[in-house]
């Protein structure tokens, strides 16, 4: 039983675990429940998408990104689109680059309805995941309608769309909004503010800001630490810059700033400003092409370029590297889950071991983008 | 702040330290030796009107033409709202460089990762093991000219 | 039970020994294997009870594929895990291990004996009925302890932990609040108990409304037992999410089904022994003063006290599927914190108020103010 | 129970007997220390058995409840949280084996001979009565002295465990706090 280490008992988190979010490897040492120690191991879903990239072309690579963070393919889609048009210095249409915000932001929101649901069936609490499933069911029919996907849509391509959005699809749209921000009620009525889940996550796990720069983290993480930063209003891209929204940041409502209960309710908070911002965007829709034109063999001039956009988790970049040719030199994928992971060693120290189980679930990580 | 400006700063600051300015990347970037690469990175974090207090990404790319092998650092400033690209070439026989982990450290993980992939070793890292790949797994799959194994202890690859 | 063995051996008349064994052996096997058989009905519906419930809630159907409306999916359940492989892990204590779901399941069943259905419904008629129940359910944590270290495996040795600490915790404000009922009657009997809450307005003379420190006391029962069988919020030993299932992770096929039982029948138990204490037993609420045949009164009796039991089960399942989880010191102070001060200085007001109205309840009070 | 007919009460008691006896000897030859213990569970359970044989169906119940519930479980833990319970392997040597058969057989041999001295008051087969009020009866008036006593060695024993807990925390806490000081010069755990 004792280790090395005659204190500590040595227990292995997974590879496979319930709730560490996919094929994650925590190495703890516990004295009793608490955790001295956490080794996290990664790497089991590494497929090195890196070393792919280099070997297909531009366009062949977009599928690939679908597969980076499964719960939001497109904007993983959309970040590497807008890298590789960056790149090669293509303008998209008006039309196009609405309806890659409409899916975007849709898409936020189906990957937060996971987020929230799967934090709180960690807590225990298995009724919010299924709600979380019931209204992401929606917004798969919806892209199920423009792609005839429903986890990799593959559908935001280098130059615009791969399709304009169907008949029906607007309407269709505005009827989940009007069904959906009722329903944000309902989870607050059900989960967010129930007290043992506030008495779980309240001052657990708390980020300070220097903490939160230091690691890298991004996305909603960050922002609950208090610090509004937010690419979309930052820096935007795409039509971001027209829209009227907000940026929620923690402010320790139910304990301090940074806590695991913040990080859970900015993803609330940020499913109401997709909701607000979808809404904006059917309302400018104009008709227009949903594609630049772009050259059936893709050529850029050899340059490095670095783009990063909001992704539901984080802040996703691409570092690429064109030598000319049709495939790309390097692509290195900075992905906020990594970063976000690399904090877990620190904040794990001293909790109980249900307590990192509220820590990766507050932190939202998800492993295929960690290891690509 | 424009980045030629950070450029000025640094080489009056550093002086033959910082190598090149290179426009033609976006966002632009600096090419710094990499004797320097720590006291560089320590500046840019704490000098009042650059702030770099985040480490976006920390890349290496293997260069194999010019026979070098780079680092990579995309800096940026949420405070300050402006980016950098630090980079450090390094000769691509034995790519060794000091580790930026003391001043940021979620590069300990990045740099890990580069270590992994494209064998660059960073002298004063805590823990440089592999992170992606398998403890044992031998050659730097980003390299240029690596060599696909064909097994991988039983297993045909 | 014993009175009916009395009664057909004295019918026997002057009939061997050997015979007189035989009978009464078989008289008790019978008996027993009714009770199974009954318990092992109600068990099979209470799984599927527990997934028509948690499906209502989080607004999915639930089982409805094998018999109308998926009726039989017990059974199927049940064939399922007869047919399962059963798996022994290679490093486990065979022994320990293959005994302790046996041992589980024998505490749980056995804890149905004292119960009373009806007036004259019952297997046995215990005189310490109550402290029986109590003293037979805390085998039950000997035998997940066992169960526990049997696995080897350290997770399972968490849950062990956890859940004897659990229990061993919660029997404390058990026992108290249950005590502070039971001077009430001044026996453990259970038909003395059940005896003393009839009339009243069918209602007000059970011993909830006895008096106020009854009422506390339910209320305090109520939470503890939930805890007593390891249901959420308090699900600790079995948190999936944390210590992947507790004591019963490395268990398979029956085994684990002996486990998934017993958790069933424990809540059977507590919430019969709620019913019995506190609910008025298979008093008939309202017409207990009819003249009516004696079977059909027998009838309805059973049926008030069943109905009264599953309402209590169906209030578990309820908050079940509603609320998260507490973590195991917040649960710990939960027991040592509020509840057990609460129910000491309950048993106290409850004995003085014993005292102060020689027994008699605020109904029986109100009602001879009425009669002067 | 005694107006059962007493052929069945006879099997039980030989039933509860056999359990008893069977897993006492696998207390003590068990070679398992984490099984012995959990042999005991059978034998405390079984003298539960005799003592509701016998009438004392309170007296059972509680040597249940506090035997195997309390007593049990502590003794369990116990093993379970020693050092090395796992690979803990008791050898029976023989001259601890001749030393154990001389004391046992020395100690059943008084304990028969006391048995056989005592002047037993045989009540013979009774109907069943309750013993609980009896008992609490007589714990409120004849042996209050000895009841009290008894709870006030537990207080006792309970205060000396928490003062023990307690000062190993304190102990702890000051190591805690010496690692923290020192924290500064250890490398950074990537």
């Not at chain 1, 490897?25 to 790497?43: A, C, M, N, Q, W």
């Not at chain 1, 889609?77 to 849709?106: D, F, K, S, W």
């Not at chain 1, 040719?325 to 992905?335: E, G, Q």
């Not at chain 4, 058995?49 to 035997?67: E, N």
Request: contains cysteine; aromatic residues 12%; glycine residues 8%.
């Amino acid at each position: 039983m004792a280790g090395a280490d005659e204190k500590f008992m040595q227990v292995s988190m997974g590879p496979q675990h319930p709730s560490t979010h996919g094929v994650l490897r925590l190495l703890v040492k516990t004295d009793g429940e608490v955790l001295s120690s956490i080794k996290p191991y990664i790497g089991y879903l590494h497929r090195g998408l890196e070393k792919i990239a280099e070997r297909v072309t531009y366009p062949q690579f977009t599928p690939f990104t679908d597969r980076l963070d499964y719960l939001a393919s497109m904007n993983c889609n959309l970040a590497y689109a807008m890298t590789v048009e960056r790149l090669l210095g293509i303008e998209v249409p008006r039309r196009a680059q609405i309806i890659r915000v409409i899916m975007a932001e849709l898409n936020r929101i189906s990957s937060h309805l996971i987020a929230f649901g799967s934090l709180s069936a960690d807590m225990g609490a298995f009724t919010p995941f299924l709600f979380g499933i019931r209204e992401r069911e929606f917004i798969n029919d919806l892209f199920e309608m423009a792609c005839g996907a429903r986890l990799t849509y593959n559908y935001i391509r280098i130059g615009g769309v791969s399709q304009d959005i169907p008949g029906g699809f607007i309407e269709k749209a505005r009827e989940f909004l009007d069904y959906f921000p009722p329903k944000i009620k309902e989870y607050n009525d059900l989960i967010s503010y129930n007290s043992i889940f506030i008495k779980r996550l309240a001052d657990i796990a708390v980020i300070r800001p220097e903490d939160a720069f230091d690691y890298g983290i991004t996305g909603p993480n960050l922002r609950a630490s208090g610090i509004p930063w937010d690419l979309r209003r930052d820096e935007p891209y795409l039509v971001y810059g027209e829209l009227d929204f907000e940026v929620p940041v923690g402010r320790g409502e139910m304990g301090s700033t940074g806590d695991a209960w913040d990080r859970y309710m900015m993803r609330i908070y940020e499913m109401e400003q997709s909701a607000k911002i979808v809404r904006q965007c059917l309302a400018m829709l104009e008709p227009g092409d949903h594609t630049a034109k772009v050259p059936k063999v893709l050529k850029p001039p050899a340059g490095e370029v670095y783009v990063r956009a909001e992704n539901p988790r984080g802040e996703l970049g691409f570092y690429l590297i064109s030598d000319g040719s049709t495939k790309p030199y390097r692509l290195r994928i900075r992905a906020p889950s990594f970063a976000t992971l690399s904090i877990v060693p620190k904040l794990g120290k001293g909790v109980m071991i249900a307590d990192l189980v509220a820590i990766i679930g507050s932190l939202d990580i998800i492993l295929p983008e960690i290891d690509r | 702040m424009e980045a030629k400006k950070i450029y000025e700063i640094l080489s009056g600051r550093f002086g033959s330290a910082i190598q090149q300015f290179q426009e033609n990347t976006l966002p632009p970037s600096i090419v710094v030796g990499h004797q320097a690469i720590v006291e560089v990175c320590d500046f840019l974090k704490k000098a009042e009107e650059l702030e770099f207090l985040s480490l976006i990404c920390l890349s290496a790319v293997d260069m194999q033409e010019k026979g070098k092998m780079a680092v990579v650092y995309h800096l940026g400033s949420m405070r300050q709202r402006h980016t950098i690209v630090l980079k450090v070439e390094l000769d691509r026989g034995s790519p060794h460089v000091r580790t930026v982990g003391t001043v940021w450290p979620v590069a300990a993980w990045y740099e890990r990762e580069a270590y992994d992939l494209l064998g660059v070793v960073f002298d004063g890292h805590p823990d440089l093991r592999r992170i992606l790949m398998p403890e044992d797994w031998e050659g730097y799959p980003l390299r240029k000219d690596y060599v696909y194994p064909k097994r991988y202890h039983t297993w045909d690859v | 039970m014993i009175g009916l063995v009395r009664d057909i051996v004295t019918s026997l008349g002057n009939a061997g020994p050997l015979v007189r064994l035989l009978v009464t052996v078989a008289i008790m096997l019978a008996s027993a294997l009714i009770v199974l058989g009954i318990v092992l009905l109600y068990e099979g519906f209470a799984t599927y009870a527990e997934r028509k419930v948690a499906g209502d809630i989080q607004a999915r159907i639930g089982p409805n594929r094998v018999g109308p409306y998926g009726l039989l999916q017990f059974v199927a359940d049940g064939v399922k895990l007869l047919l399962k492989e059963d798996i022994i892990p290679f490093y486990a204590d065979r022994w320990l291990f293959v005994l302790a779901p046996y041992i589980v399941f024998t505490a749980s069943f056995a804890a149905f004996v004292p119960l009373s259905y009806s007036e004259h419904v019952y297997v046995a008629d215990l005189n310490v009925g109550v402290l029986y129940i109590i003293a037979i359910s805390s085998v039950v944590s000997m035998a997940i302890l066992m169960g526990s270290w049997g696995s080897n495996n350290k997770w399972s040795l968490f849950g062990g932990m956890r859940a004897v600490a659990q229990i061993i915790s919660y029997e404390i404000p058990i026992v108290l609040s249950l005590l502070a009922a039971v001077i009430v009657p001044a026996s453990l009997d259970m038909k003395d108990i059940i005896g003393c809450q009839a009339g009243g307005l069918g209602i007000f003379r059970w011993l909830l409304f006895n008096n106020p420190f009854t009422l506390l006391a339910f209320f305090v029962y109520f939470i503890a037992a939930i805890a007593e069988v390891n249901r959420t919020p308090f699900d600790i030993p079995e948190a999936e999410s944390e210590i992947v299932a507790g004591y019963h992770t490395e268990y398979t096929g029956m085994r684990f089904a002996f486990f998934f039982m017993a958790e069933y029948g424990d809540m059977f138990v507590v919430s019969a022994l709620a019913t019995t204490l506190f609910l008025g037993g298979w008093q008939v609420p309202f017409i207990g003063g009819l003249a009516m045949p004696v079977w059909l009164r027998e009838l309805l009796e059973v049926a008030v006290f069943f109905g009264k039991v599953f309402l209590l089960i169906y209030v578990m399942m309820w908050i079940r599927w509603t609320l998260p989880r507490l973590r195991v010191d917040q649960l710990m102070d939960l027991c040592w914190k509020y509840l057990t001060p609460i129910a000491f200085f309950n048993l106290i007001g409850a004995s003085i108020w014993v005292l102060a109205f020689h027994g008699k309840g605020v109904y029986d009070l109100i009602a001879g103010l009425y009669a002067h | 129970m005694s107006a059962v007919p007493s052929t069945v009460h006879l099997l039980f008691f030989y039933f509860f007997a056999a359990m008893t006896i069977a897993s006492a000897l696998l207390v003590v030859l068990l070679r398992n220390i984490v099984q012995s213990a959990f042999a005991l569970f059978f034998t405390l359970f079984g003298v539960a058995g005799i003592y509701i044989l016998l009438g004392a169906d309170f007296v059972g119940v509680t040597q249940v409840l506090i035997y195997i519930g309390g007593v049990m479980i502590l003794i369990v833990f116990g093993v379970m949280l020693t050092h090395n319970s796992y690979s803990v392997d008791i050898f029976n040597r023989l001259g601890t084996l001749v030393m154990g058969t001389i004391s046992a057989i020395v100690t059943f041999t008084i304990i028969y001979y006391a048995i056989r001295q005592v002047p037993w008051r045989l009540i013979g087969y009774k109907a069943s009565i309750p013993t609980t009020r009896p008992i609490g009866t007589l714990l409120m008036t004849d042996y209050l002295l000895p009841f009290e006593l008894a709870s006030v060695l537990l207080v006792l024993a309970m205060v000396g465990a928490a003062y023990l807990i307690r000062s190993e925390l304190r102990v702890g806490k000051e190591r805690k706090d010496r690692d923290k000081r020192g924290a500064g010069l250890e490398r950074k755990d990537a």
